[in-house]
C-alpha cells in the first residue's frame, strides 16, 4: 500500500474523473451512452454549420495569425468544452460530399469507411504485427487480395502494405526497384552510383520527394515530356533510354502514371512495358528496370474490366460509355506492371489516409526486410510480421480496415455507379462548355472527372488562341494577359462559391507548359473542375457554365476588363 497523504488522496480522486473522458475498457451502459451523447451532440454542433455554400462555416483568416501565440495550458478542461472548440476549428472545411464542390480529388467518405476510422481511433490498432492489430491484419491481406484480383496479379503470389499516401507507394516502388538493381546491397551500404528514375513531366511532384528523399537526388529524375493528351511520349522516352543505356546509365524505375491530377493524362503501361523488355534485352542488361504504376487515381476503372458495354446495363449514355472505354484502354493491364500504388482516398471514397502499395511478386519485399534480432521486442509470436519489411514502424490499421469496408459496401457495381456518374457529369459539363466559342476545353482527350478549361475575352475566338498560346512564341504576351483574364474569371466564381452561390471550382497554376520550338514556354494556367460527389447533378452542371459566362460578363461591363 502507498503511504496516505492529501496529495495522493487528491491525483486519485482527479484520477476518477480522466478516467470519463477515455471509452470504458469494459461494458458500462451509463459511460458507454456517455460516449455516443458526446459524438452525437458534436455531429450536432458541426451540423448546425452547414448552409447552402459548399463548405462549414466561414473561412476566418484572423486565426491564423493568432496561432502561433498559443501556448500550452496549464490546467484541464472538460469534455463538453473541447468538443465546442473542436467543431468550431471545422469552420471553412469544404463539403466534399456537396454538388457544388467541384474542386479537387477529394472525395466524400461513405459511412462504413468512417466507421473503420472511428474504431481504429477507438482501439489503435498498429499494423507493423498481428499481435497488435488482431484482425485489423487480416483486412489488410484480405484488402490486398481483392485488389491484386481486381488488377489481374495472382493473389497468391503478389504482395503488399497500406502505407502513408500515394507518396509512399512511390517511395515503396522506387527503393524496390534500387533494391532489385543492387541485389539488395543498398539498404545496408547505400547509394554507391548515380542511378536514375524516370517519370513524365506530368506526373505528381511527389517523384520529387522521393528522388530527393531516397538520397539520390532530384538530378536524378529524368522527366520525359508529354503528348497533347498529357501523356508520357513513347517516342520520346525510347530516345532517352536509348541514349542513357548507351551510356552504360543505369535506369532504376520508370515511374508510368495512370491519371494525372490535373488533367487525367494516362501513360501507354503496356507500351511502356514492351519498350523496358525490348531495351533490356537489345542492351544485354543484368537487370531490368522496375515499372511502377502510380494508378492512385485511375485504378478504380478497373472494375470495368469486365463490365458489358454492348448490354450497358447500368444505362450510361453513349458519351459516357465511349469515356469509360477509352479510359480503359489506355489504363492496359496493369497486371504488367512490377509494382502499382492505389488511393482510395482519392477515388476509393475513404477518409484520409487509406493508400496501398502492392508487389507483383511478394518475395520481392524481402529486399526491404530486416533481421528480427533488431527489433528484440517484437514477432515473438504470431502470423503476420510486416513490420519487418515497411517504412513505417507504426502503421495505423484504419487504411486498411477502411479500404475493406468500401469493397465489401460497393463491390464493382457501387464503384462503377459512382465512377460512371462522375465521368457522365464531367461530359455533360463539357458538352455545355463545348458549345460556347469563348471557352476552350484543354484536356479533350482526357476521359475522366476532371476537366480543364479557359475563358478568353469578348472577340477572342477560344480555340485559335489556344493553338496560338501553346506553340507561337510571337503571342506570349497575349497569352500573358489571358492568364490574367482568366484568374480574375476564377476569383469572381470562388468569391460567388464562398456567399453559397455558385460552384466552387479550382485553379491550376500550370496545366501544362508552352513549346516554342522544342523548348519549355511560360505556364498555361487553367480552370479546373473536379467531379467526385455523387450528388453533382445537372443543375451543378448547368451552374458551372452559366457562373463562367456571368463573370465573363462582369468583366466585360466593370472596370477590370481593361
Known sequence: MFPECPDQ??????????????????????LDGYFVHTVSRFLDLVDDLKSSAPLLGKIRPEHYESAPAAGFPEAMSSVAEVTRNLADYCQGMTVWAHPNAQVNV??????????????AAMYNPNLIWDEYSARFAEAEIQSVAMLADLIGYDPRRAGGVFTFSGTGTILYGCKLALEKLSGGRTMREGIREDVKIVSSAASHYSRLNVAGWLGLGTDNLVTIPTTRDNEMSLSDLEEYLRQ?????????AII????????????????????????????GLTYRPHVHADAVIGWVWAVFRDYDFAANPLGFHDRTLSSLQHTLGRLGD???????????????YTPYISSAFLAKEREDLALLSRHPLQMPYLYQFGYYHPGIYTLECSRSGAGALAAYANMRLLGKEGYRI?????????????????????????NDGNFGPVTLFRVYPPGVDAAAAFQREISDHTYENALSAHNAYNRRIFTLIHERAMRGEGVLLSWTDAYRHAAYDGKTGPPIPALKSFILSPWTDLAAVDLVARQVLEAREQLASGPASG
Open 334 to 348: 496493369l497486371s504488367l506492371a512490377d509494382s502499382i500504388g492505389f488511393d482510395f482516398h482519392k477515388t476509393g
Open 9 to 30: 488522496e487528491t491525483y486519485l480522486h482527479k484520477l476518477e474523473h480522466l478516467k470519463t473522458v477515455f471509452p470504458v475498457p469494459v461494458s458500462n451502459p451509463v
Open 244 to 252: 542513357a543505356l548507351g551510356r552504360q546509365e543505369k535506369v532504376a
Open 256 to 283: 508510368a502514371t495512370m491519371g494525372t491530377t490535373d488533367a487525367f493524362g494516362v501513360d501507354d503501361l503496356t507500351g511502356i512495358v514492351r519498350l523496358r523488355d525490348r531495351l533490356s534485352q537489345e542492351f
Open 418 to 442: 459512382l465512377i460512371g456518374h462522375m465521368v457522365e457529369m464531367a461530359e455533360m459539363l463539357r458538352e455545355r462548355l463545348e458549345q460556347h466559342a469563348c471557352i476552350q476545353v484543354l
Open 106 to 119: 477529394i472525395p466524400p467518405t461513405s459511412i462504413p469507411s468512417i466507421l473503420a476510422f472511428v474504431v
